[in-house]
């Protein structure tokens, strides 16, 4: 019954910038961490980058600097700011959330859709 919605993608040219927003609706009772994952045709989907419901973070190195993760947790929302955008960054971007949907049992990774991100001149 959970549903993430990711949106903000597009084509930007190198060096532009461009924000992702996600949106967790649903039966939701508490998010712990979230996350941004992409994936480039023929190449393992990798971390981008993670915060924690306390707001710590943790980036991979290829965008250490120029990407930021932040949440709101009262809109159950993650973003991700990206700035100084390379080719290399072209890939569907996906949002990850760990969420528990009630007071008992345990907690589960929910995906969205995926959005593509494309840096090209």
């Known amino acids: 019954q959970v549903q993430l919605v990711e949106s903000g993608g597009g084509l930007v040219q190198p060096g532009g910038s461009l924000r992702l927003s996600c949106a967790a609706s649903g039966s939701i009772f508490s998010i712990s961490g979230l996350a941004w994952y992409r994936q480039a045709p023929g190449k393992q989907r990798e971390l981008v980058a993670a915060?924690?419901?306390?707001?710590?973070?943790n980036y991979a190195d290829s965008v250490k600097g120029r990407f930021t993760i932040s949440r709101d947790n009262a809109k159950n929302t993650v973003y991700l700011q990206m700035n100084s955008l390379k080719a290399e960054d072209t890939a569907v971007y996906y949002c990850n959330a760990d969420i528990r949907t009630s007071v008992v049992g345990g907690r589960s990774d929910y995906w969205g859709q995926g959005t593509q991100v494309t840096v090209s001149s």
């Open positions: 915060i924690s419901r306390s707001g710590s973070t």
